[in-house]
C-alpha cells in the first residue's frame, strides 16, 4: 500500500474470518481500522461492490479523494496483502500445498467443529444475542436486534450437516484435535513449524472468534486446552505470549541489557523443517484426521458442481451458486473416536470448488505433483485426493473467483482467448 491509502476492514468480533485477516494484519504491522458490519454497510458498501453479503471485506481507500476499492473473501485478502507488501510465503513444494490444503478444510470443515458450540447452548443465549446485536444501542435494544441476526444466520448449520446425529462426532474430533494440537505445541510455536502461515491464521479464526470467545466453549476449551489457548494469543499477534510478535527474551543486569532475542520462530524441535521442505509428523496426522471425512464432503460437492455445469446447455460462463437447492442434498460421513461411522445429509456449497481450483493452480501442478504425494502418502487418503482432482480436471471447466461470484468458465473457450 502506498501512503496514499490506508486500509479498513469490515468485520465482526465474533466472525471467524474477520479475526483470520486481523491477526495477519497485525502480525504483518498492517495499520488498519475496523469498521463494525452492519445492514447500512452491507447495503451501501458490500453489495453494491462484491458478489456475496459476507464479511471480512478489506476497504483501500485513497487518504485524499476517499475514494475505495473492496476485496471479499479472507483468501483474495490475504493474497492482497502477501502481493501488495512483499510478504513471505511458505516455501517448499509439500510445505506449501500442505498450508492451502489445510486452509481449505478448516475453512470449509473445521468452522462447523467449533459452531458446534456456539448453538443450542442455553447458557450462552444472552452472551450471543447482545454480541450479535448492534452494541452501540443500550443493551435490551441490541440484544432485540441480535436476536433478529441470529435467527437468520444460526438456522444454517443443520444445512451443512451439523445437527444432533452429527454433534457428537463433530465434537469428538475437535477433541481430538485439540489433542494432536497440544502435543504438536511441545515441539512447535505453528503449524508448519516456526513459520506464521494461513493454516495458523484459519485456526485462530476459528478458536478466537469461536471456541475461545464463546462463554460455554471457553471454559472447556481454556481449562482442558491452555496450551492451544496460548497458541490462540500467539497468533493474534498482539499477546504478551511466548511466540507472539515483538515479544523478545530479556538477559539483562542490573542496569544493562545483556541479550535481547525475539521469541517468535523459536521452536523446540527440528530447525531443518523449513529448509528441507519437511511436514512436522503432528501435523500430518492432524490432516488426516480431517481430510479423512472432509473428502467425504468435497467429492460429492465437486461431482455435483460437474452436473451442475454440464447441465448449462453451451454456455461457456457459469455463475456457480453457493448453495444449490436444497432438493440436491448428499450424504457424507463423519467418525467418532471410536471408529463409528456416522452419515447426515447436506447441502451442496460450491464455494471449495474454487478452494480446489487455487490450489491446482498454485501448489498441486503437474510438475509438483509427484513431490507433493510422498507427503500425500504419509496422510493417507491419495487416491480418494486425485480421483476429485482427476474429475475436475477432466470437466474441462475452471473456476475463478470475480466480481459476479464464483464463476466457471469452459476451458476450451479460455484457450480460444
Ligand atoms: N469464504 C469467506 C467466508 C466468509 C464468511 O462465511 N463470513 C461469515 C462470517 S464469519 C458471514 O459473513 N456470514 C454471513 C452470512 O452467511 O450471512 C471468507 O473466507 O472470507
Not at 475496523?34 to 453494491?48: A, E, G, Q, R
Not at 473492496?70 to 498450508?99: C, M, N, W, Y
Not at 497468533?235 to 511466548?242: D, E, F, L, R
Request: one cysteine or more.
Amino acid at each position: 500500500m502506498s501512503d496514499k491509502n490506508e486500509y479498513m476492514l469490515i468485520g465482526a468480533d465474533q466472525s471467524m474470518f474477520t479475526q483470520k485477516v486481523r491477526a495477519y494484519l497485525r502480525n504483518n504491522s498492517i495499520p488498519f481500522k475496523d469498521v463494525l458490519s452492519n445492514v447500512k454497510i452491507f447495503k451501501t458498501v458490500i453489495l453494491p461492490n462484491a458478489p456475496y453479503p459476507l464479511i471480512p471485506d478489506l476497504l483501500i481507500v485513497d487518504k485524499e479523494t476517499k475514494k475505495y476499492s473492496l476485496i471479499q473473501d479472507s483468501k483474495s485478502i490475504i493474497d492482497f496483502l502477501e502481493s501488495t507488501h512483499g510478504l513471505p510465503h511458505v516455501a517448499g513444494t509439500k510445505r506449501a500445498f500442505a498450508d492451502m490444503l489445510l486452509e481449505m478444510i478448516l475453512d470449509d470443515f473445521f468452522f462447523l467443529h467449533v459452531m458446534n458450540w456456539r448453538w443450542d447452548r442455553p447458557s450462552q443465549q444472552k452472551y450471543l444475542e447482545y454480541t450479535f446485536g448492534d452494541n452501540s444501542q443500550p443493551y435490551e435494544i441490541a440484544k432485540k436486534n441480535g436476536a433478529r441476526v441470529l435467527n437468520l444466520i444460526g438456522g444454517r448449520t443443520p444445512s451443512l450437516g451439523l445437527t444432533r446425529r452429527t454433534a457428537e462426532a463433530f465434537n469428538d474430533q475437535l477433541d481430538t484435535f485439540l489433542e494432536l494440537l497440544t502435543q504438536h505445541l511441545e515441539t512447535y510455536q505453528f503449524i508448519l513449524g516456526s513459520q506464521l502461515s494461513r493454516a495458523d491464521y484459519s485456526i485462530h479464526g476459528h478458536f478466537s472468534a469461536g471456541l475461545f470467545r464463546d462463554p460455554a466453549p471457553y471454559e472447556w476449551a481454556a481449562s482442558n486446552y491452555p496450551v492451544v489457548l496460548s497458541y490462540v494469543r500467539r497468533v493474534s499477534g498482539t499477546a504478551v505470549s511466548w511466540g507472539s510478535k515483538d515479544v523478545v527474551q530479556l538477559e539483562a543486569t542490573e542496569d544493562t541489557i545483556v541479550t535481547c532475542e525475539d521469541t517468535m520462530g523459536k521452536c523446540r524441535g527440528d530447525k531443518e523443517l523449513e529448509t528441507s521442505d519437511m511436514i512436522p509428523e503432528t501435523t500430518t496426522r492432524m490432516t488426516a484426521l480431517l481430510l479423512r471425512d472432509y473428502l467425504s464432503i468435497l467429492a460429492p460437492t465437486v461431482n455435483m458442481t460437474i452436473e451442475f455445469l454440464n447441465n448449462q446447455a453451451g454456455k461457456d460462463e457459469v455463475i456457480i451458486p453457493r448453495g444449490f437447492k436444497a432438493d440436491q442434498m448428499y450424504e457424507f460421513t463423519l467418525h467418532t473416536k471410536d471408529g463409528k461411522e456416522i452419515k447426515e445429509k447436506r447441502i451442496v456449497t460450491a464455494h471449495c470448488v474454487w478452494m480446489l481450483q487455487r490450489i491446482l493452480d498454485a501448489t498441486y501442478r503437474p510438475e509438483q505433483r509427484g513431490e507433493v504425494d510422498k507427503w500425500l502418502a504419509e496422510v493417507g487418503y491419495m487416491n480418494e485426493w486425485k480421483n476429485i482432482v482427476a474429475a475436475w480436471e477432466a470437466s474441462g471447466w475452471r473456476i475463478d473467483m470475480t466480481r459476479k461470484g464464483t464463476v466457471a468458465s469452459r476451458k476450451s473457450s479460455l484457450s480460444r482467448l
